[in-house]
């Protein structure tokens, strides 16, 4: 157990819709990072906070949006879904904004049909 | 996009044999890190290298890195059943000190019993 909790486990959405993911980091991290992994694209970063503010952006599609909270959480909202953000989608969590050692959870796995 | 691309995308071999996968990335990086991936699962840190390293060991596993050839490689020794999964080396890079982990596309290793 990593210790990064991940919410919902399996999600299935029609075309147009919205989801929101949520990203709960081990304690005392402060970092979050969001990745999506599909078979044909592989593992790709889409986007870093730290403290609440957001440090990096990868290839984070316009109608994806990110934010971490207070407490220090993380939500992924993904909009006007298409068939092919269907993926699964890891949150990570370290203790600071310099890239050691991630701690993924197990991951929200999105279906749109 | 991928930084990191491992060789080979698939090995099988028998329980005791010895593992070897190979990941070659394209720019400076600050560390390498290997992680492995039960299938649908989470990933898991599994070893660090920084850029000034040459060799490090942990347990049954040896991780080498030259960065003159852009290289690096993991060795499982003495493989178990239990060492199937899918395994990920990951390049942090050295132009800015945050930031975020690009992975490859990972080896799919299967150990038969």
């Known amino acids: 157990d990593s210790g990064v909790t991940q919410t919902p486990k399996h999600l299935i959405t029609a075309t147009g819709q919205r989801v929101t993911l949520r990203c709960s980091p081990r304690?005392?991290?402060?970092?979050v990072y969001w990745y999506q992994q599909s078979l044909d694209q592989g593992l790709q970063f889409l986007i870093q906070?730290?403290?609440?503010?957001?440090?990096a952006k990868g290839n984070i599609l316009e109608r994806f949006s990110a934010q971490q909270f207070p407490d220090l959480h993380s939500e992924l909202n993904l909009s006007s879904l298409e068939l092919g953000d269907s993926a699964l989608y890891f949150c990570?969590?370290?203790?600071?904004?310099?890239?050691?050692?991630?701690?993924f959870g197990e991951g929200s796995r999105l279906t749109v049909l | 996009s991928q930084q990191g691309e491992e060789d080979p995308q698939a090995l099988s071999i028998q329980e005791g044999e010895n593992a070897t996968m190979n990941c070659s990335y394209k720019t400076s990086i600050n560390n390498l890190q290997w992680y492995r991936q039960n299938s649908g699962r989470g990933l898991v840190h599994l070893i660090l290298i920084r850029s000034n390293e040459r060799e490090k060991h942990s347990g049954r596993l040896r991780v080498t890195l030259d960065t003159s050839k852009k290289s690096s490689s993991l060795l499982i020794t003495a493989s178990r059943a239990a060492d199937t999964a899918s395994y990920f080396c990951?390049?942090?890079?050295?132009?800015?000190?945050?930031?975020?982990?690009?992975f490859g596309k990972g080896t799919k290793l299967s150990v038969k019993p």
């Open positions: 990951a390049t942090a890079s050295n132009t800015v000190s945050w930031g975020n982990l690009i």
């Open positions: 990570a969590s370290s203790p600071t904004d310099t890239v050691g050692e991630l701690f």
């Open positions: 304690s005392g991290d402060l970092s």
């Open positions: 906070y730290y403290n609440g503010e957001e440090r």
